[in-house]
């Protein structure tokens, strides 16, 4: 079965430092999500991307963050300099052409700013 | 997107048919139902969706009543392996503006 892969598993960072965490979607998909989940909270949205553009971001995703698809399988999200506040799992989603509410998520990566 | 409302948490016992039923009251015409499981530590995973009526696959049914104001969300037989928060969400999936948000979710807790 076609799956979501997402790596690291786990990143310890330094606070100030910048981060990237990594996906590849399932390959015939074409709408990839980014969610965080602060531990003990509920699945946040964070941003979508179709196209090769950002289609929609929540208040959360500032300019702190950014997402890239650098060569058309993998799907990626930056965040510049990291707070501690951003010590959270990080799920990225893919869905398909017809865009519907069935998505796909990866296992998440477990990012801790210490 | 219309909002959700379901049970904050719930207690089963092994074997048992577990439901959960989300409210939707502002359901739109083009709207789909829509639930997913998230286990501790991993991302969430789509179980069911329908429209109308009933729909059932392998993992679970989900009722939907004539008005669709409501949905059901039944576990046939639970085990321990089904402690997980479930998630009801309603959107048009046809939609490209419609994101996929996740509310609280309904905390399950399978007891032996």
């Known amino acids: 079965e076609p799956e979501v892969t997402q790596t690291p598993s786990h990143q310890v960072t330094q606070m100030g430092q910048e981060v990237i965490l990594r996906c590849v979607p399932i390959?015939?998909?074409?709408?990839f999500y980014w969610y965080r989940q602060i531990l003990g909270q509920k699945v946040e949205f964070l941003v979508s991307?179709?196209?090769?553009?950002?289609?929609?971001k929540s208040e959360i995703f500032d300019d702190q963050f950014s997402v890239e698809r650098p060569d058309g399988s993998n799907f990626t999200l930056k965040i510049r300099s990291t707070k501690l506040e951003d010590s959270a799992m990080y799920f990225c989603?893919?869905?398909?052409?017809?865009?519907?509410?069935?998505?796909?998520f990866g296992q998440g990566t477990r990012l801790t700013v210490v | 997107l219309a909002k959700t409302t379901q049970p904050i948490s719930m207690d089963s016992y092994e074997g048992q048919e577990v439901n959960i039923t989300c409210s939707h009251n502002?359901?739109?015409?083009?709207?789909?139902i829509t639930w997913y499981q998230q286990f501790p530590s991993q991302g969430p995973r789509f179980i069911i969706q329908?429209?109308?009526t009933k729909v059932t696959n392998e993992v679970a049914s989900l009722f939907i009543p004539a008005d669709r104001k409501s949905s059901t969300l039944s576990l046939p037989r639970v085990s321990l392996s089904d402690t997980a928060v479930y998630y009801c969400?309603?959107?048009?999936?046809?939609?490209?503006?419609?994101?996929?948000?996740f509310g609280k979710g309904t905390r399950l807790h399978i007891l032996p």
């Open positions: 989603a893919s869905a398909t052409a017809l865009r519907g509410t069935e998505a796909f």
């Open positions: 390959s015939n998909h074409l709408y």
């Open positions: 329908g429209y109308k």
């Open positions: 502002n359901i739109a015409t083009n709207d789909y």
């Open positions: 969400l309603v959107g048009d999936p046809m939609n490209r503006d419609d994101k996929i948000i």
């Open positions: 991307f179709y196209n090769n553009e950002i289609s929609e």
